[in-house]
């Protein structure tokens, strides 16, 4: 959202400079606000802001990014226009359709996106990587200087008519109305939605893989890159014919099908490329002569920007799922342009009216019995009775299918599956609690995004047993007990909260201090009905929320025996909890001869290796315990004890003296690809490699 809307701020800047100011002035103002942007480099967070522990974390963010980083971002934001402008007042013979730089620009930002991951962040380091960015955006303002120039020297010879008035072999409108503006908006706004829709979608639905964010992303702008071309490889007509029978195979392939994850995934993805493709073809073709260039951006801006706020604003407030990705699924209908219709036509308008928002009326309230959330019930009517409003088309049937589909996988497919009995979406993620019924009784199942946490039995003789990763004979419990070999009483530091099973490891002189960073997650695991592990077993319940980097240093220095550190789990690795600096910290808390246990349990990076890694680099000792399901065999209530890894690290002596005899744990051999990691240095891709080698 700050970066679509920094955008927007500077496509308006271009277009005032653009109207009002002549050439020779663009140039020695773009300059100006170039060179501004000098006075923020390097590039870093600015220093002071402390995340608010509870509240708007996304207004926080927003404004952390605008004093950090604002000031270049505004001006280099404002280039694309700009430079598409001056360019029409050269003699080039593409002049007079200066679009096709656009394909240009955003290549430029698709080959960058796929090189950082693999190129650049595994060989440089940050402060390494922010010294060449600064270089780079000194040189760009001599080059853009440079542009500037050749436009004014261009101008002043005469080569070319005034552009005011001259003929554009592009698409020109007899009048910028505001219908004109408004379908701009609206072919901006679906695919900008559908982008991150799409993702939310994969990562917490389907898989929850590091890097999948960035594929949706480049094929956005690659088909920017396509349709901005100076010839299109494809053209709406011919996409239009996909309408809206595609948007049925993503209802299915990203819902239905969601267990066959590539399947599902690889679905989705065409499909959202191909309505995107379609939108912004239509955008392209309906733009103006190069004179309106500048204001054709802002409203393509617009609808990106309205499109971000929708997903990442509004729909976490509305929603407790991720149904933004289904509503402008079935949006994207309304791209397709109107089909003339005899009998469409001979409907009065107040009759239309009435035709289409009675069925709504009706739905809304079939929807509303349900127990369905009522804005939800509200938003689907509603736009059942726009999409039918005025837009009786040839696809009709298939329109009324998408309808039918998009209704069953928010009403009747969850009648098929383990019933909900809580769900929250929070600023970080999707937190859902199914129950599950089993001879024994009721067990409730954590699901954070797609990874399953935690399970508990609702049986009131049964709810003390801690289970999945915390089972007893677990990694946790493993490690627990290698400790109290040594203290009866623990003061246990423990980053990660859950559902608060490891409080059942709790003795009566024991000081424990859980660190949490959502305040949904801990809301949850205080409340009995959903998960009772806190209510029954904590003796202080003492729960810090906010980063632990942050809330950690408001323990003791020296102060505790124990650190358990289990935030790896759910893929979407915080690299800065498991870093030099973050184990420096976590030193510092520690007794002399105080441990740290890390669970490393993860599907595909080598987090056991980053571990090792940095004990080497501190002068300490590692030990790494595997626990797999045929541990657990002939362990009651099995089938909800969790497989996992960890990797407790300490000082060698104290590793020997706690691990020395126990055959469970052993030496890690870390992956060649694996580095120290720093807070100025990590590489994701160098654990997946490391993950796929084992």
């Known amino acids: 959202v700050f970066f679509q809307a920094t955008l927007l701020a500077g496509y308006i800047y271009a277009h005032l400079l653009s109207k009002y100011v002549p050439l020779h002035w663009q140039v020695l103002v773009h300059g100006g606000a170039l060179s501004l942007g000098v006075f923020f480099l390097p590039l870093a967070i600015a220093t002071g802001w402390t995340p608010p522990a509870e509240g708007t974390q996304a207004g ?8 950090s980083i604002g000031a270049p971002f505004f001006a280099i934001s404002a280039n694309a226009p700009l430079l598409q402008r001056w360019f029409s007042h050269t003699d080039h013979p593409l002049a007079d359709n200066p679009y096709f730089l656009y394909a240009a620009s955003n290549a430029g930002s698709l080959i960058a996106l796929c090189l950082y991951p693999i190129l650049i962040e595994p060989m440089l380091r940050l402060q390494q990587q922010t010294a060449l960015w600064a270089n780079g955006y000194q040189a760009l303002i001599i080059i853009i200087l440079g542009a500037g120039l050749i436009g004014i020297l261009r101008q002043a010879t005469g080569l070319k008519m005034s552009p005011d008035t001259q003929s554009s072999a592009s698409v020109t409108l007899p009048a910028l109305d505001w219908p004109q503006r408004l379908l701009w908006i609206f072919l901006a706004f679906v695919p900008s939605s559908l982008m991150l829709g799409v993702t939310s979608h994969m990562t917490n639905n389907i898989a929850s893989a590091p890097f999948l964010w960035i594929i949706p992303l480049a094929l956005y702008l690659l088909t920017f890159v396509i349709v901005f071309a100076n010839r299109p490889l494809i053209t709406s007509e011919q996409l239009k014919r996909l309408f809206p029978a595609v948007i049925v195979i993503a209802f299915i392939g990203g819902f239905i099908l969601k267990t066959m994850v590539l399947l599902s995934i690889t679905v989705s993805l065409v499909c959202y490329f191909l309505i995107a493709l379609f939108c912004h073809a239509r955008l392209v073709e309906s733009r103006p002569a190069a004179t309106r260039l500048t204001e054709f951006y802002i409203w393509m801006s617009v609808g990106g920007v309205l499109g971000g706020m929708f997903n990442a604003l509004l729909a976490p407030v509305l929603f407790n799922g991720i149904y933004e990705y289904l509503l402008v699924l079935w949006l994207a209908d309304l791209a397709v342009p109107r089909a003339n219709n005899p009998i469409g036509d001979r409907i009065k308008k107040y009759k239309r009216l009435a035709f289409y ?60 599956l383990d019933p909900v009995v809580y769900k929250h979406r929070s600023f970080f993620s999707v937190i859902t609690v199914k129950k599950l019924d089993r001879p024994y009784g009721d067990v409730h199942k954590l699901i954070h995004g797609d990874t399953v946490h935690n399970f508990q039995l609702r049986d009131p003789a049964l709810q003390t047993i801690p289970l999945a990763y915390y089972a007893k004979g677990n990694t946790f419990e493993r490690a627990l007990t290698a400790v109290r070999a040594r203290h009866d009483n623990l003061n246990v530091a423990m980053i990660g909260l859950g559902a608060g099973a490891m409080a059942c490891y709790e003795k009566p002189r024991d000081n424990w201090t859980y660190f949490e960073i959502d305040p949904a997650v801990v809301n949850m695991a205080n409340d009995p009905m959903i998960f009772s592990y806190m209510a029954q077993c904590s003796i202080s319940a003492d729960i810090r929320i906010g980063d632990a980097r942050l809330t950690i240093s408001s323990l003791a220095p020296n102060s505790q025996d124990f650190l358990i550190i289990d935030a790896f789990t759910s ?18 808390r520690l007794k002399p001869d105080g441990v740290i246990f890390f669970h490393t349990s993860n599907r595909v990076a080598d987090v ?74 990590s590489s994701i891709i160098g654990t997946i490699r490391a993950q796929r080698a084992r």
Request: proline letters at 5%; a negative charge; zero cysteines.
């Open 571 to 588: 893929d979407s690795i915080p690299s800065h909890l498991i870093t030099r600096e973050a184990l420096a910290l976590y030193q510092s």
């Open 608 to 681: 056991s290796s980053v571990v090792v890694r940095l004990a080497e680099d501190a002068g300490w000792a590692s030990r790494y315990i595997m626990r797999s399901a045929t541990d657990f065999m002939d362990t009651p209530y099995n089938e909800f004890i969790t497989p996992s890894t960890g990797v407790m690290v300490g000082r060698p002596a104290d590793i020997e003296a706690l691990l020395g005899d126990d055959r469970l744990w052993s030496p890690y051999d870390a992956s060649p690809y694996v580095g120290v990691w720093s807070d100025d240095y």
């Open 60 to 67: 926080w963010l927003i404004a952390l990014f605008a004093v």
């Open 357 to 416: 928002a009675l069925p709504a009326f009706v739905l809304y309230h079939i929807l509303k019995s349900t127990g369905i959330d009522l804005r939800l019930a509200a938003i689907i009517s509603g736009l059942i009775f726009l999409t039918g409003l005025g837009r009786i088309r040839q696809q009709g049937r298939l329109v009324l299918i998408d309808m039918a589909i998009m209704i069953g996988l928010v009403l009747v497919l969850p009648r098929f």
